[in-house]
């Protein structure tokens, strides 16, 4: 093989799966106008269902313009010779090759980012802000902006130059220590993400004493299910969309609640989500989603460590000798296949999992109650009740409203 047919591959596999996006959004946007399941037909009445189609269609044309520009770009920056000019600029900055690598994947996230900034602001303050999403001001948009930049730097420009420092020093062995860092990162922003990260965006309170805490207690308690901290998140100040969530490990666990879905449900559809989170800690999805992703992190530094050092890099891309950078670079794009492969296959067993959730507060607690919250979650968010089957398999970490309720009913 050439660089040149490295370089052709490079470009062909990002074309491929430009079309591939484009093909399942197309095929998913001819189902926006199909009548609603009859089991679903409670969730929207005929003017709020008209709402959800026309939201579904503008955040379509939204996105496809999007893709199409950063599509155009990445294909320009790579054909105009962009990685060569920007290796040549890195190097003119710092001689370090580990700083180097910071530096050059600092100036492609900066300017990915200030390009997607104009995009992410029209779609929270007009698209969103339409269909009465939007609560965000533009001072906390941002305010958001930069704390995610500056964690951006701090965090992955930290592992960036530990992987890399790591490279020059292991060389051949490098995949294996790589794989350690990940694995003792991974665990730890597992177990305190919720305590360290999540705080920086967003204020988290003990839930309030009262009716609803009591039943969460005495559900918890009667399911063996040790729990010192529920908390309720502020939310609302973004969007009026609902979530919950269950994060952490050991002692450090905790079940967020959305102030929004508060708000939404009743005290019996809270805790049917509740339980729904509960199963997913007595099912060890948490546990299981740890290993998956520590193995695939394996298979991905391992298969990453072979590429690194190839002279065909530098032919490629019309640099002068091969960097560990550059071997980053063209290894995001040679690994999409299998990417894609692995997410297919981890989006599968996500979706076994979120029935499985379903199962254990189904069995746990009335069925009903999970059944009307995810309809009201739907109904308040907009969703899309009827996405096409190839966009579900290929995309969807959830099953749809439709194949969630049907199981429930079962």
């Known amino acids: 093989m050439t660089g040149t047919t490295l370089f052709a591959i490079i470009i062909i596999l990002i074309v491929l799966n430009f079309t591939k996006d484009k093909v ?3 095929l998913n946007a001819k189902h926006f106008n199909d009548p609603i399941p009859k089991v679903l037909e409670d969730v929207y009445d005929k003017e709020a269902y008209e709402t959800s189609q026309t939201y579904k269609r503008e955040n379509y044309r939204f996105s496809s313009f999007y893709g199409v520009f950063m599509f155009v770009i990445t294909i320009l920056f790579f054909v105009l010779d962009g990685v060569a000019l920007l290796d040549h600029l ?12 910071i530096v050059f994947f600092g100036i492609i996230g900066l300017v990915s980012t200030t390009l997607q900034i104009p995009f992410d602001y029209y779609h929270t ?3 969103e802000e339409k269909y009465g999403f939007n609560k965000s ?25 530990l992987i890399s420092w790591l490279y020059s020093k292991m060389q051949d062995d490098f995949w294996w220590y790589a794989w350690l860092v990940f694995s003792v990162f991974t665990v730890f922003i597992t177990m305190f993400y919720s305590s360290i990260i999540v705080p920086i965006f967003n204020k988290q309170t003990p839930i309030e004493e009262g009716s609803l805490k009591d039943k969460l207690e005495k559900y918890a308690k009667a399911q063996g299910f040790k729990l010192d901290h529920i908390y309720v998140i502020d939310g609302s100040k973004r969007s009026t969309k609902a979530n919950a969530y269950f994060t952490g490990l050991g002692p450090k666990k905790r079940i967020v609640l959305y102030d929004t879905l ?10 049917a989500v509740f339980a729904h989170e509960v199963g997913h ?4 999805h948490t546990v299981f989603n740890i290993f998956a992703s520590l193995s695939l992190t394996g298979l991905t530094l391992f298969v990453f460590g072979k590429l690194l050092g190839n002279p065909l890099l530098a032919e490629a891309f019309h640099v002068t000798h091969s960097s560990f950078h550059l ?3 063209a290894f995001g794009v040679l690994y999409s296949p299998i990417s894609e492969v692995t997410g297919l296959i981890m989006n599968i067993l996500s979706r076994k999992f979120e029935y499985q959730a379903d199962d254990f507060a189904k069995q746990t607690f009335e ?23 190839w966009n579900v398999n290929l995309n969807y970490a959830h099953p749809t409203l439709l194949q969630r309720v049907l199981r429930l009913k079962k």
């Open 281 to 284: 800690y007595k099912k060890r």
């Open 367 to 389: 069925q009903q109650y999970l059944v009307s919250a995810l309809k009201k979650l739907s109904k308040n968010s907009l969703s899309n009740l009827t996405p096409h089957a």
């Open 262 to 271: 508060v708000q939404d449900l009743t005290e019996d559809e809270i805790i």
């Open 90 to 101: 890195s190097l003119r900055i710092v001689s370090n090759s580990m700083l180097q690598a």
């Open 125 to 127: 303050f007009v698209i």
């Open 137 to 161: 001001t533009k001072t906390l948009f941002f305010i958001d902006k930069i704390k995610g930049i500056l964690m951006t730097v701090i965090l992955g420009g930290a592992l960036l130059f």
């Open 327 to 329: 071997g980053l670079l």
């Open 24 to 26: 399942i959004g197309f």
